[in-house]
Nanobody, 115 residues
Framework: QVRLEESGGGLVQPGESLRLSCVGS????????MSWYRQPPGKERELVAS????????HLADSVKGRFSISRDNDKNTLYLQMNDLKPEDTAVYFC????????WGQGTQVTVSS
């Protein structure tokens, strides 16, 4: 089966760090551009970060520049999102997506930042 599965979310306090993982299976992970999106409660989904297939070209949303970084390990079919200095406004369900289309998404993992 074609599948993406996120993990690593949880409840943290402001200023703390978290690393999310997204494991792909059933497709050629190393050939796909990969992205992280998030959807805060009551808000629209937004792009957080993207990374080229080889892991050398990345994009970060302005809201997370300097705090988040995206990386991948193609040998493990895994995409990562390192989140540092977390803020309450980072609270959201975080999703990974494969490719340029809209048809290959994970189920999402909840990140809650609260004091």
């Amino acid at each position: 089966q074609v599948r993406l599965e996120e993990s690593g979310g949880g409840l943290v306090q402001p200023g703390e760090s978290l690393r999310l993982s997204c494991v792909g299976s059933g497709f050629m992970f190393s050939s796909f551009y990969m992205s992280w999106y998030r959807q805060p409660p009551g808000k629209e989904r937004e792009l957080v970060a993207s990374l080229s297939a080889g892991g050398f070209n990345s994009h970060l949303a302005d809201s997370v520049k300097g705090r988040f970084s995206i990386s991948r390990d193609n040998d493990k079919n895994t995409l990562y999102l390192q989140m540092n200095d977390l803020k309450p406004e980072d609270t959201a369900v975080y999703f990974c997506k494969a490719g340029y289309g809209d048809d290959l998404w994970g189920q999402g993992t909840q990140v809650t930042v609260s004091s």
